[in-house]
């Protein structure tokens, strides 16, 4: 007859299912810095997008993609019959922070490898977004024309387009400037007990209409001037 051995395992079967083990905390809590979000321009005055959104590629609204789409093509095999094989190349997107001087902070944003080129090329995010020809237009994109709106608008850009105009001999300040002072220089009279205002745009009409009248006047007068300084035909030879 075998002998019997007695099994310790038996009776803590029913004490198996618990655990004696302190559970993990499920929230991590960091101590470094915080992590830097996307920059979302959303400035309230920003023209509307000459070209529209992108609606094939709906991601390149969220970057600056400088106009890249997702192309379609075929992967042909090298073997004997030239098989084709559909296939995509998509744009090289990476997640970059940028630094801008305007708004003195970095901007993190989605931006492909060529147009990290292209900025590099320009010498800074500002000048990238500043540029002014219809293919940078094209290439912003409605995400890169709210963020240049954003960068128009600091007051580093104003001060270097007002030294522009100065050295190009303009006035010193924008017509939208100068608008906007006349509006607040126009008097807000009570005509009749009514609270009526009264605009003053029809008199800074009247004033550029006279400017332009008498510097057309200042240049008929200098024409007779120069026609007698000119050399005449004996002169000439």
């Known amino acids: ?21 302190i559970p993990l905390c499920k929230h991590v809590y960091k ?20 070209y529209g959104p992108a609606l094939t590629y709906k991601q390149s609204n969220t970057g600056l993609y400088g106009g890249l789409r997702i192309q379609f093509g075929n992967k042909i095999s090298k073997g004997r019959n030239k098989g084709k094989t559909r296939r995509s190349w998509h744009p090289n997107v990476r997640v970059q922070s940028l630094w801008s001087d305007a708004l003195e902070k970095k901007v993190k944003c989605k931006v492909t490898a060529r147009v990290l080129r292209t900025i590099d090329k320009d010498g800074g995010l500002d000048n990238y977004l500043l540029g002014d020809s ?11 024309w709210r963020l240049r709106w954003d960068v128009i608008n600091t007051q580093k850009v ?13 006035l010193s300040e924008s017509p939208r400037e100068r608008m906007t002072n006349v509006k607040k220089e ?25 400017e332009v009248e008498g510097t057309e006047t200042v240049m008929k007068d200098a024409l007779p001037a120069l026609d007698q300084q000119k050399p005449g035909p004996e002169q000439r030879v």
Not at 31 to 50: I, L, N
Not at 135 to 143: M, N, P, T, V
Not at 159 to 166: A, G, I, K, N, V
Request: with cysteine; charged share 20%.
């Open 1 to 21: 007859m075998p002998p019997i051995r007695l099994s310790l395992a038996q009776p803590f079967q029913s004490i198996r299912q618990f655990s004696i083990s």
């Open 186 to 210: 126009s008097t807000q009279a009570n005509i009749g007990g009514y609270g009526e205002t009264e605009d003053r745009t029809g008199e800074f009409l009247e004033a550029a209409d006279n």
């Open 134 to 144: 219809q293919s940078r237009i094209q290439e912003l994109g409605i995400w890169g």
């Open 158 to 170: 104003q001060e270097r387009f007002r030294q522009q105009r100065q050295k190009l001999g303009f």
């Open 31 to 50: 101590t470094g810095a915080p992590v830097q979000k996307f920059y979302h321009p959303s400035h309230p005055d920003c023209p509307p997008y000459p």
